[in-house]
């Protein structure tokens, strides 16, 4: 067996510090387990879930002890987290150290490998999401190399298809990604502006032959793919070692799409929102969505209800106006044009 990595957090009632005070406000769930051993599929999220009403604190509660925790992301499986309770009374959440016995003996010493460590976040939801444009100028894919179709004529192109591609430059990879022009994205805030199209992702080919008309293989299809359709190089993005946090400013803006098109949004969903890089935003921030309601008196007066937070979702690629976020938690279904908010 090998020796437990020291990985303390302490969530301290008394303000003693500054940082102390930034995490004054932090509150554990009643039901927090008393001890935990993280498991092969769990997450940073999810563990900090288990433990805390708002789980994107968790790199607060980090932040005030760096001393033992050098990187938030280097938690494995088999690493131990204790809740603490002082005699006091008070609580302190404390991912504290535990040794396991250990034999000594003349053999190999394993150690933990990076590919081992728990990731940030459900990163296998947005695998699929990383590496596509998704948003794009007004006929931005107008200049993208062109699909001819294939040597027997078929309409619909699918996995294992060889097809022809004019305009496709030899310089820049074996691997591409197939898309068609979307829906404009709308800005319900100003005026009906738009934001940018949305790119759609039809699948991946693989190049094998460059020429001025090169000949490609479809290697992997969602959609039908056809005749017309454009390509763009593949791009490998990473967000394992991102870390969920609240932005640090306010921010209100407002969900304006849903990847795939339903209306009525769930956890894991990918949505897309009217707020970018241009606003401050970047990958790893959480935002709260929140619902405005109304109700209707006696007298058929329409008076405004509080704002009821409904979920949370995770910031994974952020445009200049325009940002993508995976679904993180949802108390109940959260809808298009629902609002979205620092928490």
Avoid: C
């Avoid at 809740?83 to 034999?103: H, P, Q, Y």
């Avoid at 894991?268 to 959480?286: F, P, Q, R, T």
């Amino acid at each position: 067996m090998r020796t437990i990595s020291i990985i303390a957090m302490i969530l301290a009632i008394s303000i003693f510090s500054d940082r102390a005070a930034k995490a004054k406000d932090i509150e554990l769930l009643a039901n927090a387990p008393e001890r935990y051993v993280v498991s092969q599929g769990d997450t940073l999220w999810g563990i900090a879930s288990r433990y805390l009403k708002d789980p994107w604190q968790w790199t607060e509660i980090w932040d005030m002890n760096q001393k033992q925790i050098k990187n938030p992301n280097n938690i494995y499986p088999g690493d131990i987290i204790i809740l603490v309770r002082a005699a006091d009374g008070s609580s302190k959440l404390m991912f504290a150290n535990e040794k396991a016995t250990i034999k000594l003996s003349p053999k190999m010493r394993i150690e933990k490998l990076e590919a081992e460590k728990i990731p940030s976040i459900p990163s296998k939801k947005l695998k699929p999401f990383l590496s596509q444009p998704l948003v794009i100028e007004k006929n931005g894919l107008d200049r993208a190399p062109l699909i001819l179709g294939s040597s027997d004529n078929r309409v619909i192109l699918s996995t294992g298809n060889t097809i022809y591609v004019q305009n496709m430059p030899f310089d820049q990879g074996m691997a591409w990604q197939v898309f068609r022009a979307g829906k404009p994205l709308i800005d319900p805030e100003d005026n009906d502006r738009v934001l940018g199209h949305e790119a759609v992702y039809l699948g991946d080919v693989e190049g094998s032959n460059f020429d001025a008309i090169s000949s490609v293989r479809i290697t992997h299809s969602v959609q039908e793919i056809l005749k017309g359709d454009r390509l763009i190089p593949a791009s490998t993005l990473h967000v394992d070692d991102y870390i969920p946090r609240a932005p640090d400013f306010p921010v209100t803006g407002r969900i304006i799409s849903v990847y795939g098109g339903v209306t009525e949004i769930g956890q894991n969903a990918i949505i897309a929102l009217n707020k970018g890089s241009s606003d401050g935003l970047e990958v790893g921030h959480v935002l709260a969505v929140y619902r405005k309601s109304t109700a209707k008196l006696q007298d058929s007066k329409i008076i405004s209800l509080p704002d009821e937070r409904i979920g949370l979702v995770f910031l994974f690629r952020v445009f200049d106006k325009v940002s993508y976020a995976l679904v993180l938690h949802s108390a109940q279904a959260i809808k298009v044009f629902d609002a979205v908010q620092t928490p």
